[in-house]
């Protein structure tokens, strides 16, 4: 029997790294994997998405600049796709596209997973209001934090992320020249794709407790000006996009194979590879 067929659609493709994690994945589940990479501008998605399904795809993951638009493409969506606003993660249901997001808990799942960290009861300073942020602040709300703050270089932004979530005094917006007034943060996280235009991080110190975890959803090159500011500020623990990568993919792999994949190997061959890895998936 061959393989059901997935993908990922994304514009650019040829950094991603879900093929090899998908199709190690399957080697260490026995499971058949036919899972490419899909190069697409955004006016061509809706199309090739069509025709990857008359083609037998079941199921997708969908990574920039399409997550929006596959939103908006599908019949049916979780409420954590709701909630972000976007889609990662595709399944064909009949004739149509169902839509979830799997990137939020494949963060959650690595920070207390992976890094032991428990997020309940934290303070979280989220940095970024875009799609990358969008994604993960459900997640973090489910695992029971105490409290974000939303700063963002564009404020407006920030304030659509706050009534997104819909908690309004268990999420704030806050502007960036206001951060040193905000007190410290258990869990600071970059959600700005700021590095990945050559950008530094100046953020005072202040925010930083004891405790303090910093993560950057980037991983590789793209980690390291926000990760270098966390071990100049003291910051306990620093974490790149690795992780929550390996977990995302391992989440999707779930719904479509209805098994969750073990992680640790896969996480451990990317981790060699690191030095070459460049941006977010
Ligand atoms: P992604 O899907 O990676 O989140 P995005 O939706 O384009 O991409 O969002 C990029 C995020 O990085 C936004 O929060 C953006 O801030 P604006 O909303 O003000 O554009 C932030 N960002 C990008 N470049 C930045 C920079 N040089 N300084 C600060 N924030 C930056």
Same mark, same amino acid.
């Given at each position: ?66 997550? /929006?638009?596959? =939103?908006? &493409?599908?019949?049916?969506? *979780? @409420?954590? +796709?709701?909630?972000? !606003? $976007?889609? %990662?993660?595709? #399944? ?89 007034? /905000?007190?410290? =943060?258990? &869990?600071?996280?970059?959600? *700005? @794709?700021? +590095?990945?235009?050559? !950008? $530094?991080? %100046?953020?005072? #110190? ?76």
């Amino acid at each position: 029997m061959s393989a059901a067929r997935h993908a990922v659609f994304g514009q650019p493709i040829a950094h991603s790294q879900s093929p090899r994690i998908h199709a190690a994945f399957g080697a260490a589940e026995g499971i058949a994997v036919d899972y490419r990479a899909i190069e697409v501008a955004p006016d061509g998605f809706a199309a090739a998405l069509e025709a990857f399904a008359a083609d037998g795809g079941v199921g997708a993951n969908v990574t920039l600049p399409h997550k /929006q638009a596959a =939103f908006a &493409l599908c019949s049916s969506t *979780t @409420s954590r +796709a709701q909630r972000a !606003g $976007a889609v %990662n993660t595709l #399944l064909r249901k009949g004739d149509r596209w169902h839509g979830d997001n799997t990137d939020g808990a494949g963060l959650v799942r690595d920070l207390t997973g992976r890094h032991g960290l428990d997020l309940r009861g934290r303070r979280v300073l989220l940095l970024g209001a875009g799609g990358a942020a969008r994604g993960v602040a459900p997640a973090l709300l489910d695992a029971g934090i105490l409290e974000m703050v939303v700063v963002n270089r564009t404020p407006e932004k920030a304030d659509a992320l706050v009534d997104a979530m819909g908690e309004p005094g268990r999420v704030t917006s806050q502007y960036w020249d206001d951060l040193r007034n /905000q007190g410290d =943060f258990e &869990l600071i996280v970059n959600a *700005t @794709s700021s +590095a990945r235009q050559g !950008g $530094a991080f %100046n953020l005072p #110190l202040s925010l930083v407790n004891s405790m303090t975890t910093a993560v950057d959803l980037n991983y590789g090159d793209a980690a390291i000006p926000f990760l270098a500011w966390a071990r100049a500020a003291s910051c306990r623990n620093s974490v790149d996009g690795l992780g929550m990568l390996v977990e995302q993919a391992a989440e999707s792999f779930q719904q479509w194979h209805g098994v969750r994949p073990q992680t640790d190997a896969v996480y451990a061959m990317l981790r060699e590879r690191d030095a070459v890895l460049v941006g977010a998936d």
